[in-house]
């Protein structure tokens, strides 16, 4: 657990550096800034995501995924719980406060180095990987604070959460973790951070549902074990 206390922590003191950054900057320079960070979360997904070796695996778990999302109305419970907080805790958040949550929520959760870096923690007592991760993730919750608010510090909560959980799980999922499993899960979280950074950008009509898609990143360690049964029965 002290790699994802670690980890929430420095979010939150990057969001508050941001903040104090963000009254000293004007409109249209928050603009270009939310541009690069959107450009910048898009390379990061492409990165993950052509690392696949099968693309059909990618796109079988993000269909099934995606539709679990959409019944589980995943997207819709994340925007609730960032209008609660702001309601409760964050008053004058601004109106980007749920927009910030969510997408700093999304960015510090979605990768390889999330889930490596907890497993690593929690089997090995190796922090290095989160430690890495803390400084990348420190310096976007700076940029994203400056300009999205202050419900990018609440993505702290959700990092301590969701990486303190993988940690803690990890002797119990180790077994179904091998090499490609996790970089299929990479890649899946690859695609989902692409569509983060069109949010960001604006580049569609209406918001993707990327919290929607969530339950994609796990569905990859059940793909290998079906796959060899059904090639059993075929073979």
Not at 40 to 47: A, M, P, S
Not at 99 to 124: H, K, N, P, Q, Y
Request: hydrophobic share 55%; with cysteine; aromatic share 6%.
């Amino acid at each position: 657990m002290i790699a994802a206390i670690v980890n929430a922590v420095v979010v939150v003191l990057g969001g508050l550096l941001g903040l104090a950054l963000g009254g000293r900057l004007q409109e249209r320079h928050t603009q270009t800034i939310v541009a690069a960070l959107g450009i910048c979360t898009v390379v990061i997904g492409i990165t993950s995501a052509i690392d696949t070796s099968n693309i059909l695996i990618v796109i079988i778990c993000l269909v099934i995924g995606t539709i679990l999302g959409e019944l589980l109305q995943i997207e819709h419970r994340l925007d609730t719980l960032g209008d609660w907080l702001k309601a409760k805790v964050a008053k004058n958040g601004g109106g980007r406060f749920t927009e910030g949550f969510v997408t700093a929520s999304l960015l510090f959760c979605v990768g390889s180095m999330a889930i490596m870096g907890s497993f690593d923690a929690g089997l090995r007592g190796d922090y290095n990987t989160i430690f890495a991760k803390s400084a990348l993730d420190c310096v976007m919750a700076v940029t994203f604070a400056a300009t999205m608010g202050v419900g990018v510090l609440f993505a702290g909560a959700s990092v301590l959460i969701y990486q303190g959980a993988l940690t803690l799980l990890a002797a119990l999922v180790e077994p179904y973790l091998s090499a490609p499993v996790i970089v299929e899960m990479s890649a899946v979280g690859g695609v989902m951070l692409i569509g983060t950074g069109m949010n960001i950008l604006g580049l569609t009509k209406e918001r993707i549902k990327v919290g929607n898609m969530l339950p994609a990143i796990v569905l990859p360690v059940f793909w290998f074990p079906i796959a060899e049964w059904v090639a059993g029965l075929i073979g």
